[in-house]
Each structure stands twice: as C-alpha cells, then as structure tokens.
C-alpha cells in the first residue's frame, strides 16, 4: 500500500520579517516576524493599543500617509516587497481590500457602491457593471435582499447590511486579500453571525486577516492566531492551540480573561 499523500503545505500569501514601525519616537511593532498562509483566516488579537491595526494597515500601506510614520523590515506579498521601489500602490490596494470597523457606504446607491471601483479601473459597460455588482453582492451574502432595490441609497441600509456592502464592494475589484479591522464590532449579535458565516464562506477563494476583541470571533473564524501585545508578537500559531494550549504564559492569560 502506498502512503497517504501529505496534505500540499498553504500557500504564503504575506511573509512578514522584523517589522519595526514607529509614529514618530513611539515604537509601536517591535520586531514582527510571521507569515499568513493564503485562502485561510488569520485573527490578530490583544489588548488596545497592542498594535493590531497598525500592523494590519501595514500589509497595504495604509499608514503610508500617517505623519511620524517609518517602517523598517520586509512585508512580502508573494514574494514582492511591499513597500520595493517599484511597488504600484493603487495595484497593491486593489490586490489587498479592507473593510474598516464602522460600515462606511458611499452616499449613492447600492450599485453605484459597488461599480465604484471597476468603474474606477475604466470598466464602462452597463451589461458588464451589472455581472460585478450582482457577483459581489452574492458572494457578500446581500444579493437577495437587495436585488430589488439596487438603486435605492445604501444608506437606508441596516448597519449589518452596509458592511456585507462594504465587503462587496471590496470584493468588487476582486483582490486577493481582505484586511478586516474589528468588522463586526459595530453590529448586534444577528448581524455579527452573518458576517462570521460569510468570512468563513469568503477563505475558500480570499486570504482574510481580521483584527477582532472578542475571543470567541477569533476561536470561531479563524485558521491561525496571533496574539500581540505592547508592540510584540508573543505567539502566533493553529487557532485552536493557541487557545488551548497556548505556548507563552501571557497568551493563557489573555485567553482565560486573566487580564487585558
Ligand atoms: N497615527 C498615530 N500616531 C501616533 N501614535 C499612533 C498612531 N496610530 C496608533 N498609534 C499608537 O500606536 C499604538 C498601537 O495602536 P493600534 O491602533 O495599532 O493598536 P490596536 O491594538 O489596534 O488598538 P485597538 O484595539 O484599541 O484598536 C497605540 O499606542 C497607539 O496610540
């Protein structure tokens, strides 16, 4: 009989290695060294003001306009460095999307939320908009419900449904990664599940990095863990060992709720 096939290892969408950022003479990430597999979901988790959402902003230069802000070390995406010479920042942000905590629909209608962005990379046709718009708005889980009123505002939206609308309107340029800064952090327990069952139908074809507070979001959405605290990576590993056998005794305790 012939061995079982080992599973083919994930592939390494960001491979990031001793990441130092600063805000001025603030030294906010110390040393950052870790790797995010594609098509899975990595959860950065920690007390406030850890650096999670700096170090999520990093991946696409999102901080790139902070006054004070400087960067040291490599952020690679697949292989290419970020922040290289000859790195086309628009490219890099249509190739790594972000959905921000607060919903933050445009002031137009729920198509014209999501042709923003082809529209922007000169698609014109109307026929072809209209693929993207109802494409993204299904894999964002909000077609149905808003299939009959695709040019009514998004603003008379529910807060859930304007952030499955800002996750279809990332997806509409279809990036290759998903930044998530606290996504659910604004919306009741109903809409929170939904965004939890579409991040876990999205890691099928996306790489989804998710700033999250709560634990549990982070134990139920996640493939690998992260926990940062004062600006260092304490440990990052398997969700579920993290949790439950975390290596570090400062991961234990803010995983049992002992502080933080
Ligand atoms: N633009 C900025 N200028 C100066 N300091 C900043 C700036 N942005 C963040 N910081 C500081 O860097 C540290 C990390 O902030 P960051 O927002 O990354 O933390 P966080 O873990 O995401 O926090 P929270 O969970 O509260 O959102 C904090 O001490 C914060 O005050």
Known sequence: MSEPLAAAPARTAFSVQDLHVYYGNFHALKGITLDIPARSVTALIGPSG????????????????????RMTGKVLLDGVDVYGPDLDVIDLRTRVGMVFQRPNPFPMSIFDNVAYGPRLHG????????EIVERSLTAAALWDEVRDRLHHSA?????????????????AVE??????????????????????DLIHSLKERYTIVIV?????????????????LSGELVECGPTRTLFTRPRDRRTEDYVTGRFG
């Open 175 to 196: 990036p290759e990664v998903l930044l998530m800064d606290e996504p659910a952090s604004a919306l009741d327990p109903a809409a929170t599940a939904r965004i939890e």
């Open 123 to 130: 698609i014109k046709s109307r026929s072809r908009l209209m």
């Open 50 to 69: 850890c650096g999670k959402s700096t170090f999520l902003r990093t991946l696409n230069r999102m901080n790139d306009l902070v006054s004070g802000f």
């Open 212 to 228: 999250t507070h709560n634990m549990q979001q982070a134990a139920r959405v996640s493939d690998q863990t992260a926990f940062f």
């Open 155 to 171: 603003l008379g939206l529910s807060g859930g449904q304007q952030q499955r609308l800002c996750i279809a309107r990332a997806l």
